[in-house]
């Protein structure tokens, strides 16, 4: 059974930074390629980023891009999510997501964790 597990979320500032991480076991990270999503109270969930199973390729969001970075560590079943220059539209659920496909559809990724909050306020 495949579990994801994301960790990282909280509260901070406007212009502040976080870092998000996603725990994949019960299978090899590798064989999946890794979206990030984001849901807002009242809105539909968006890919927020994505990068492919060996992480050659990324895929943003233009509303992150130059602020947000992807990362993996497949020797350790892991994704990272950097988040800078944060702003209170950034507030929402972060979901790690697992898909066989290279996609910033949500039906395609078959495997999600719980998610975390992140709550940008003064």
């Known amino acids: 059974q495949v579990k994801v597990v994301e960790s990282g979320g909280g509260l901070v500032q406007p212009g502040g930074s976080l870092r998000l991480s996603c725990a994949v076991s019960?299978?090899?990270?590798?064989?999946?390629?890794v979206g990030w999503f984001r849901q807002a109270p009242g809105k539909e969930r968006e890919l927020v980023t994505a990068?492919?199973?060996?992480?050659?390729?990324?895929q943003y969001a233009e509303v992150v891009k130059g602020r947000f970075t992807i990362s993996r560590d497949n020797a350790n079943n892991t994704v990272a999510l950097q988040m800078s220059s944060l702003d209170v539209e950034d507030t929402a659920t972060y979901y790690c997501?697992?898909?066989?496909?290279?996609?910033?559809?949500?039906?395609?990724?078959?495997?999600w964790g719980q998610g975390t909050q992140v709550t940008v306020s003064s």
């Open positions: 997501a697992l898909s066989g496909f290279f996609t910033v559809r949500p039906s395609y990724y078959v495997h």
């Open positions: 019960g299978r090899t990270l590798s064989q999946y390629h």
């Open positions: 990068i492919t199973s060996i992480g050659n390729m990324t």
